[in-house]
């Protein structure tokens, strides 16, 4: 996952960096390194876990025991929504 869609995917969730943060388990000042990509001048990869935490967020779960997702409904439709309407408006 790029910066840039790490950015977009937080976008299109609707959450604030705050919100994202909290979401994914990280300091929000991480969160802005992941953004920009870089750290002092360093370049920084987002680590795959993460990418994979953007993800099950995109699709509402919430929490995972190893074999169960508890999902957020609402967090999913939002997600839909709010994707739906980007796909709409690039085409």
């Known amino acids: 996952m790029s910066p840039g869609q790490f950015k977009r995917w937080r976008k299109q969730m609707g959450l604030s960096q705050k919100d994202a943060a909290d979401a994914l388990g990280l300091k929000r000042r991480v969160l802005q390194y992941y953004e920009k990509g870089e750290r002092d001048g360093k ?49």
């Open 43 to 91: 370049k920084v990869q987002i680590p795959r876990s993460i990418s994979l935490a953007c993800y099950a967020l995109s699709q509402g779960v919430e929490e995972f025991d190893g074999v169960t997702a508890k999902k957020n409904v609402a967090l999913e439709k939002a997600a839909a929504k709010e994707m739906a309407i980007n796909v709409a408006e690039v085409n």
